[in-house]
Nanobody, 124 residues
């Protein structure tokens, strides 16, 4: 299984950014993809996840309404659309995947495969 995440950058507060994660290597279309972030000096935290079998999603409560996770089935690319970005959203963002899950989760230790991370910096 291989994940490649991208799309980070430097943006001003209030702007939007879309992160991408290309996933390959799963034999069956029944897995979860999650987005996580880690700010300097802080623990890695779950942002959102999606289950491929039914496209069900889960969000960190405080990010609902600003972040949206989605999937392009044709390219097996997973997106995290982030809007109205704030300086506190600054972090390295990672996508992760877990096979054969009964549901998607936001715990970092629930995931087996990780992308390399992409830096998001929001200036005030």
């Amino acid at each position: 299984v291989h994940l490649v995440d991208s799309g980070g950058g430097l943006v001003q507060a209030g702007r939007s950014l879309r992160l991408s994660c290309v996933v390959s290597g799963f034999l069956f279309d029944n897995y979860a993809v999650g987005w996580f972030r880690q700010a300097p000096g802080k623990e890695r935290e779950g942002v959102s996840c999606i289950r491929t079998s039914d496209a069900s999603t889960l969000y960190k409560e405080s990010l609902k309404g600003r972040f949206t996770i989605s999937r392009d089935n044709a390219t097996n690319t997973f997106y995290l659309q982030m809007s109205n970005l704030k300086p506190e959203d600054t972090a390295v963002y990672f996508c992760a995947a877990k096979a054969l899950t009964i549901g998607c989760m936001l715990g970092r230790y629930d995931y087996d495969f990780w992308g390399q991370g992409t830096q998001v910096t929001v200036s005030s």
